[in-house]
């Protein structure tokens, strides 16, 4: 993703990378679904509370 967003940013500007990820983050339902088709979206657990727990006994 990283590659993407330096390319972007060196062909486009700012301003489109700006407006790249403001339509990825923001994305409606049916864009976020196309995207998801094309195995673009990564769900990875991180395990919050349980590391919240570690960290910082009694918090959780």
Known sequence: MNELH???ETESGLGS???FID???GADPSVRARIKQ???????????????????PGSA
């Open 38 to 56: 094309q195995d673009l979206i990564r769900h990875r657990p991180l395990g919050l509370d349980e590391k919240l727990g570690k960290h910082f």
């Open 17 to 19: 990378l700006r407006y």
């Open 6 to 8: 330096s390319y972007i």
């Open 23 to 25: 339509e990825f983050i």
